[in-house]
T-cell receptor
């Protein structure tokens, strides 16, 4: 699975959009980009994933560059409850129980009041 | 209803003891996992099971023995606990096609 690079920390003002970047320059054609987050003292939570098209759900939007070497997770209106470590993970969907997630160090997003 | 539940939430025990952590999911998923998060906050997979069959064992010491009595449960038994086993252990589940995984709230194990 491809490796990812994320900034260790970011700040965002409450109510503003939070844009979290991720570099995955060695991504291959059949690898997906996944985002999870971990709020303090909780288990990781799935946010969104995509292959090459931009994706949006009720939590966030995922923008993947045309060459797929980087992506941005956008939280459109950050709240204090969005303060968490955000993990960008790249992997193939193997199917079956080989779908392990390889977590990096993530980005600590601190939403400021 | 909690989708993936683990018990206990906290576990403090002495070195050398044997302990178990239980995990249950009510999502109807075929695949379950154990992850370990150490003191530096690195999250790493330990095991995965599919329909009660062990699929992934990430070079975990054999003091750790997962048991899956049915596909809704994956328990983790740890023998001869060591100080280095202190960590937060997360159970997770997903469909066999494995897009998103759902995690439990974690079990904080402290070995003294």
């Amino acid at each position: 699975d491809a490796k990812t690079t994320q900034p260790p920390s970011m700040d965002c003002a409450e109510g503003r959009a939070a844009n979290l970047p991720c570099n995955h320059s060695t991504i291959s054609g059949n690898e997906y980009v996944y985002w999870y987050r971990q709020i303090h003292s909780q288990g990781p939570q799935y946010i969104i994933h995509g292959l090459k098209n931009n994706e949006t759900n009720e939590m966030a939007s995922l923008i993947i560059t045309e060459d797929r070497k980087s992506s941005t997770l956008i939280l459109p209106h950050a709240t204090l409850r969005d303060t968490a470590v955000y993990y960008c993970i790249v992997r193939r969907n193997y199917g079956g129980a080989t779908n392990k997630l390889i977590f990096g160090t993530g980005t600590l997003l601190a939403v400021q009041p | 209803d909690t989708a993936v539940s683990q018990t206990p939430k906290y576990l403090v025990t002495q070195m050398g003891n044997d302990k178990s952590i239980k995990c249950e999911q009510n999502l109807g998923h075929d695949t379950m996992y154990w992850y370990k998060q150490d003191s530096k906050k690195f999250l790493k997979i330990m095991f995965s099971y599919n329909n009660k069959e062990l699929i992934i064992n990430e070079t975990v010491p054999n003091r750790f023995s997962p048991k899956s009595p049915d596909k809704a449960h994956l328990n983790l038994h740890i023998n001869s606990l060591e100080l280095g086993d202190s960590a937060v252990y997360f159970c997770a589940s997903s469909r066999a096609s494995g897009t998103e995984a759902f995690f439990g709230q974690g079990t904080r194990l402290t070995v003294v």
